[in-house]
């Protein structure tokens, strides 16, 4: 009753007074446990079977326990009953490993069919999918609070200290929030022209008075919707009146600061106070370029007008003769070589990645202007999208579940007495759902992953038991797909090429390179093949690779069409190979796979305080924000990585291959790979936060007293959204550098990619596997035929749920591609090509002359005056004797 109670009053149930009977029910399950690990042990079967009542009654109790975990807030629950639930919930999934293997040690089908019955009833037979929507940025909120580390809360109070002194020197009897438009913008005003004084101190004090007001004015505002309000409202305001270009100039004064960046190399250990100024002067440009780049209808036309002009600001040449953006790429270098070891990374990385996403465009702004250009260039268009069709996939289950054991067992025992059992439930069942194969269990079946797992199949069913009734599986509530396949097949104009040239060798015996028109001689089938090969071509790439060839050839100078893409790639390009190795020597130093070395960069100068905790509860704390802090950035490198790669490939082909060659040249696959070899769920599933710590929650609400358990609980989501988020974009970023790269390809076969890849197939995400997949996938022919033997249920989720290439046999390596003594002949003919298109189009100090224009009207070339050399003119007569009046002509052929 008090359970039933509890679910209709959540805050009651969880209350202190309830705390007594959770602890009862907890050492209950403990006790329990115990109990029945003895009676395994003994093999008591009769015990074990009167224990499933109190399995089943256990199983309703957790269930109801985590619907509170689920609805309840953090902030209004005690700890001390949180910790009590989890402990039952843990006892309970112990106590279901030990019966489940005694039953299946027993061979006892019966007992284990109905303990099967009892824990798919509960809904606990394999954990949910992760309700995870993959998008340019998390919520809003959890931008803004990710930001500040936890060591900054201290300074939120100091910014309004600044503010309200400058405020109340000027406004006396009034609030910011009781003023009109005309004395904001009058307070705004004075506040620029406080950023430039010559007093250093002066200067931070009106930076920090402005960091409040993008700070929302949060001591006049009693909600945090309030305080979102408040910035939206003042960040327009202080955009309006020049603020973000006064902030760069004073960025470049602190980047070019020698004085701050030699006391920083001499010390032996950098904290928070190194990086002050610096860190008030990115946090307002942060704020500025996160808030203005959210969409609100309710927003007024003028600033519509004021974002559209600063975006285009943002991304041109403007600020110090190039984009924020190169300016941010020259930071992170300069940190990684150690002459700047105090600048605040984490938060350089943020404005980075948030000024590339604002400027550029995000995944719904590349697939429109990928569909702009189609139109342009007179394709057909794309056949889906592939945001959409992802979204709407279903995520397979690599461990079995207990209905597939009940539907082998009954497989198993319908072929040897087809006459006694019957399955039209299921049958029916699976006829309707034509998306079940979808859900396959993809087991850790090969000697890479130690699983012990059980096989159903080796316990044949007994002949004198009964089956249950089968269980009906719940509706589900994603869109269900229409028959068919979820992609679209594709193919490219090589394979046409080889297919044909395969056919005539085959069928007449000789060969016509390039042509994929001519089928003369050639079956009919084969006409039939070519014509549906050429109907799923894929054109956009192809187009341009061979524009970039035709450009070569062009008569004058070529137009470039000047976006913000090229812009940036025209900014970053006489230092993008610095670029890039520095952004993976800051994603190896954030890995949590990664060892501490003395050697390394530190990182944590933004998040380390002056004064190392001394009790347990601040190193816990301490804890947290460092492993919060690490999070951050290989979120903010893995999305400034995803978008560059994206954003080049769409503007020209040899932008994007000149960026992922560096890469791959900086070792980023390894890299990627060894983030991956670890508990992938762990990571996904880590709570490296502190919810009433977060920034507007902490301004605006009193501040609870925390405790070491409080700390251990972390939030109750199901995941953590970064880290999931950056797992998705290394997985991408992988993908682009492999694909259709053998000697890439062959990197991940070196590096044993498959069993690392096999274990991140357990996360439950249908984003997240489709491109774990895409990259077995390509890798599958040089695994061997023992491994695609023994990986079956993976090669099946591969067939159902990535594209299909037509006459790609991947399954088979039978590729001729695949032969291994042209993979360098490969990377250097394409950096050759690359080197061609940047000098061509870029350097044009020392211009080629193979590129220069061609003259080629006859009249033009006669009748240019040529400067014969003396010794010619010496000799002329001798020349024509000898070169035209000695030799025979037939001038009428030459006239035809």
């Not at 920034?695 to 989501?717: I, K, M, Q, R, Y």
Request: glycine fraction near 2%; charge should be negative; charged fraction near 25%.
């Amino acid at each position: 009753q008090v359970m039933h109670s509890s679910i209709k009053n959540v805050h009651e149930a969880l209350s202190l007074t309830h705390y007594v009977y959770f602890n009862h029910i907890s050492s209950k399950c403990c006790h329990w446990k115990l109990s029945v690990e003895y009676c395994v042990i003994q093999k008591h079967e009769t015990t074990i079977q009167i224990n499933l009542n109190l399995f089943g009654c256990f199983l309703a109790v957790c269930d109801v326990c985590r619907h509170l975990l689920k609805e309840v807030s953090p902030s209004t629950y005690p700890y001390t009953g949180i910790l009590c639930i989890r402990k039952m919930i843990v006892s309970v999934c112990f106590v279901t490993q030990k019966i489940f293997s005694y039953f299946f040690l027993m061979k006892s089908s019966y007992l284990t069919n109905q303990c099967i019955v009892i824990f798919c009833a509960q809904g606990l037979s394999e954990s949910p999918d992760l309700e995870f929507e993959y998008s340019d940025t998390d919520k809003w909120a959890a931008e803004l609070s990710e930001l500040y580390s936890y060591t900054e809360g201290p300074e939120f109070a100091l910014n309004r200290k600044c503010f309200e002194e400058e405020f109340s020197a000027h406004v006396s009897d009034k609030n910011w929030t009781e003023l009109d438009a005309a004395q904001h913008r009058a307070h705004a005003m004075r506040l620029l022209d406080g950023l430039e004084v010559i007093a250093r101190e002066r200067r931070l004090k009106v930076a920090r008075a402005i960091l409040y007001m993008a700070q929302g004015a949060f001591a006049e505002c009693s909600s945090e919707v309030e305080v979102q309000y408040w910035m939206r409202y003042n960040i327009f305001l202080l955009l309006d009146v020049g603020t973000f270009s006064a902030l760069v100039e004073l960025l470049s004064m602190e980047i070019d600061n020698s004085a701050a960046c030699s006391s920083a190399v001499r010390k032996p250990a950098i904290s928070l106070a190194d990086s002050t100024d610096l860190r008030v002067l990115l946090n307002i440009m942060y704020l500025m370029v996160e808030t203005i780049q959210q969409d609100e209808p309710a927003d007024k036309p003028e600033w519509k007008i004021i974002k559209e002009t600063f975006r285009a600001e943002l991304g041109s040449p403007l600020f110090n003769n190039e984009p924020i953006s190169v300016t941010l790429f020259g930071m992170v270098t300069k940190f990684c070589s150690g002459h700047a070891p105090h600048f605040p990374m984490k938060k350089v990385l943020l404005l980075l990645w948030k000024s590339i996403l604002f400027t550029l465009g995000g995944f719904e702004q590349l697939q429109s202007i990928k569909v702009h250009k189609r139109e342009e260039l007179g394709l057909p268009p794309l056949p889906e999208n592939s945001i959409r069709v992802i979204r709407s996939m279903r995520a397979a289950s690599p461990p079995a579940s207990a209905s597939d054991l009940i539907e082998q067992q009954q497989k198993r025992a319908r072929r040897e007495h087809k006459a006694l059992i019957k399955q039209d439930n299921l049958d029916a069942f699976n006829e309707k759902d034509p998306y079940k194969a979808d859900d396959s269990r993809e087991d850790e079946d090969d000697n890479d992953d130690n699983d012990n797992t059980i096989e159903p199949e080796t316990f044949p069913i007994e002949r004198d038991e009964v089956m249950p009734p089968p269980i009906p599986h719940p509706p589900s509530e994603r869109v269900s797909f229409p028959k068919g396949l979820p992609w679209a097949p594709k193919v490219r104009e090589k394979d046409i090429e080889n297919f044909l040239e395969s056919s005539r060798s085959k069928f007449i015996g000789y060969t016509l390179g390039s042509d994929t028109d001519t089928v003369v001689g050639l079956p009919r089938p084969i006409h039939e093949s070519i014509r549906t090969l050429k109907q799923v071509l894929h054109h956009f790439s192809l187009f341009k690779v061979f524009g970039c060839c035709c450009c070569l050839l062009c008569q004058g100078e070529e137009e470039l069409e000047m976006c913000a893409t090229e812009l940036l790639y025209q900014g970053i390009l006489p230092s993008l190979p610095q670029y890039m190795i520095a952004l993976l020597k800051i994603l190896l130093a954030a890995a949590p796979t990664s060892k501490a070395k003395t050697d390394s960069i530190n990182i944590l100068a933004d998040v380390l305080p002056e004064e190392m905790p001394t009790t347990v509860l601040q190193s816990m704390k301490l804890g947290v924000d460092v492993n919060r802090h690490k999070e951050i950035i290989v979120k903010a490198i893995s999305a400034i990585l995803l978008l560059l790669l994206k954003h080049f490939k769409l503007n020209h082909v040899y932008q994007f291959e000149y960026m992922a060659q560096h890469l791959v040249f900086a070792n980023c696959i390894p890299l990627i790979l060894k983030f991956f070899n670890q508990n992938i769920m762990s990571y996904i599933t880590a709570k490296n936060s502190i919810s009433v710590l977060d920034f507007p929650h902490c301004v605006v609400h009193e501040l609870p007293e925390l405790t070491a358990e409080s700390l251990e609980a972390g939030d109750n989501n199901q995941f953590c959204w970064r880290n999931l988020f950056s797992c998705i974009n290394l997985l991408r970023i992988l993908n682009k550098l492999t694909k259709w790269k053998h000697s890439r390809t062959m990197m991940l076969v070196v590096f044993k990619s498959a069993p690392i890849l096999k274990r991140a197939l357990k996360v439950k995400q249908a984003m997240m596997q489709l491109y774990v997949l895409k990259l077995l996938k390509v890798q599958t022919k040089y695994l061997g035929r023992q491994w695609r033997k023994s990986n079956m249920k993976t090669m099946s989720a591969i067939y159902q749920k990535v594209r299909h290439r037509l006459n790609d046999d991947w399954a088979y390596g039978n590729d001729l591609d695949a032969r291994p003594w042209d993979f360098q002949a490969e990377e250097c003919a394409l950096r050759a090509n690359i080197e061609r298109f940047n000098s061509r189009r870029y350097d044009k100090s020392h211009s080629n002359p193979d590129f220069l224009p061609v003259d080629n009207c006859l009249q033009s070339v006669l009748g240019q005056r040529v400067d014969l050399p003396e010794d010619f003119q010496m000799n002329y007569d001798l020349w024509l004797e000898r070169e035209v009046f000695s030799k025979p002509i037939s001038w009428e052929e030459l006239l035809q």
